[in-house]
Each structure stands twice: as structure tokens, then as C-alpha cells.
């Protein structure tokens, strides 16, 4: 997952952005996007369900 969509997702889930250094485009290892899901309260499916419809 891209870091810019990770930060748009929070964003509508009503969090705030403070401050951005650097490039956003780059791809999040797997671990550090459930953690920062798991830590903003967001919902995190287990890998099994990842791509099902």
C-alpha cells in the first residue's frame, strides 16, 4: 500500500495530518500498515481475507 493512500484513508477517518517531509509515494511494508491501522482504531482483516470479494 502506497503511504499517500494510508494518510487519506486516516484523513476520512477523522484524523489530522500535522506535518509531511519527504516522498509519500512509496509502498508500506504489510506489518507497518496494520500497525498503524491497528493503532488508529481502524478496521485490519486478517491476510486470509485480503482480495476476496
Known sequence: MQ???LI???VEAGWTLDRV???HQKDL???TVKSIR???GLY???ASYIGDP
Open 3 to 5: 503511504s499517500r493512500l
Open 8 to 10: 487519506k484513508e486516516l
Open 21 to 23: 517531509t519527504g516522498s
Open 29 to 31: 511494508p504489510i506489518g
Open 38 to 40: 491497528r493503532r488508529a
Open 44 to 46: 485490519c482483516p486478517p
